[in-house]
Every structure is written in structure tokens, then in C-alpha cells.
T-cell receptor, first 114, second 113 residues
């Protein structure tokens, strides 16, 4: 088991609502990357946070936003939920922003938008 | 745009056999090629990774073969075991101000006794 924990594990929201997902990073890791994994697909990079700043972003609209706190835990916020946002959301923490390959993944939050 | 293409989508192998999963990439800026293993209800976990200056890397029963000119790489699982049944993702990473990992679509491996 990794030291990366995500909450909640499952969530059901209605289209148009807003959601906040949380991630507690591995001790000593200062970087958190967030991924969206649709059913039967590989994870897609949403963004990365390094020392409380967004450090890189994938091809996701601005309604996907995040935060990283001084203890390096992180939140992913999604506004104006759409049905296509239904997916497993993974966070991964790494020692450095250049060590994402070796990141430790959490178990994910399964979001269902109805 | 799918930058890392993975095949097959699913694979059934007998216990003791060799499992082979193939990937191809397009972006020559990629400089690190990892493979991840994901069990149901879990996040992916790094299995093995290779840099493009090496043609092969072996760790236990897992081997990555890398062909830079063809922009292809593959994972071989020797002596496959039922416990290897999982979804495998190839990926490619580019470095710079930060390291971004691009995943393939995954291969669901089932090893039957």
C-alpha cells in the first residue's frame, strides 16, 4: 500500500454541480499530479502541483482547478459537472516535480455524474 | 490525439507462458518509458521503466525492449502467473520544468492456470 490516500472513494453528483476531491500525499513528497481515468482507458494528466503552485496542465478546461496546501495535500475541484466527467480520479505524489514517473498513486475517487 | 498507442487491448495467457504487450509513440521529446500495473480498485503502480539510450532492461520476470528508431517498446512477462492478472499501461514521459506522464490505453491481462 502507498501512503497516498484519497477521499471520498465514491461520489455521485448531478450534472451542473460542483465537486471537491481530496488527496493526502506520501510523507516527504512535495509534488502532486492529478489524473482522470475513464472506464477502460488510461489515466489522462489533468495538472501537477509543486510547492502549492500549479506547475503544469494537461488538456482540461478551466472548470478543473486545484489547490495544494502547505502540508502538500491537494484538492481537485470540478465546476459545472458534465456527464463525461464520470471517471476515476487519481492523484499521485512524487518526491519532485521531475519524478512523476516514480509517483505513488492513491486508490482513486470514483465520480459518477447523473 | 493518442500519443502512446498500446496493443493488444486484452490478452489471455496460460500459466508459465510469455505475455507480450506492445506500445508505440510519436513524440520524440519523450525521454522516459515506464510500465505500470493496475489491479481492480487500486491506482497504477510503477513496474519497470527504461531510458531511450538503452535497448533492453530486465527486472526479474519483466523485460522492456526498446526500439528508438521505430519508436516502439514492449513489455515481456516471462513465466506468467495468475497473480500477474491485471491491467498494464505503457507510458511515456517528457521532462522539462516538470515531468508529464502520458499513458497508453491499457492491456487487460488474464493468466489462466
Amino acid at each position: 500500500e502507498t501512503g497516498v490516500t484519497q477521499s471520498p472513494t465514491h461520489l455521485i453528483k448531478t450534472r451542473g454541480q460542483q465537486v471537491t476531491l481530496r488527496c493526502s500525499s506520501q510523507s516527504g513528497h512535495n509534488t502532486v499530479s492529478w489524473y482522470q481515468q475513464a472506464l477502460g482507458q488510461g489515466p489522462q494528466f489533468i495538472f501537477q502541483y509543486y510547492r502549492e503552485e500549479e506547475n503544469g496542465r494537461g488538456n482540461f478546461p478551466p472548470r478543473f482547478s486545484g489547490l495544494q496546501f502547505p502540508n502538500y495535500s491537494s484538492e481537485l475541484n470540478v465546476n459545472a459537472l458534465e456527464l463525461d466527467d464520470s471517471a476515476l480520479y487519481l492523484c499521485a505524489s512524487s518526491l519532485t516535480r521531475t519524478g512523476a514517473v516514480e509517483a505513488f498513486f492513491g486508490q482513486g475517487t470514483r465520480l459518477t455524474v447523473v | 490525439q493518442q500519443q502512446v498507442k498500446q496493443s493488444p487491448q486484452s490478452l489471455i495467457v496460460q500459466k508459465g507462458g510469455i505475455s507480450i504487450i506492445n506500445c508505440a509513440y510519436e513524440n520524440t521529446a519523450f525521454d522516459y518509458f515506464p510500465w505500470y500495473q493496475q489491479f481492480p480498485g487500486k491506482g497504477p503502480a510503477l513496474l519497470i521503466a527504461i531510458r531511450p539510450d538503452v535497448s533492453e532492461k530486465k527486472e526479474g520476470r519483466f523485460t522492456i525492449s526498446f526500439n528508438k528508431s521505430a519508436k516502439q517498446f514492449s513489455l515481456h512477462i516471462m513465466d506468467s502467473q495468475p497473480g500477474d492478472s491485471a491491467t498494464y499501461f505503457c507510458a511515456a514521459a517528457s521532462s522539462g520544468g516538470y515531468q508529464k506522464v502520458t499513458f497508453g490505453t491499457g492491456t487487460k491481462l488474464q493468466v489462466i492456470p
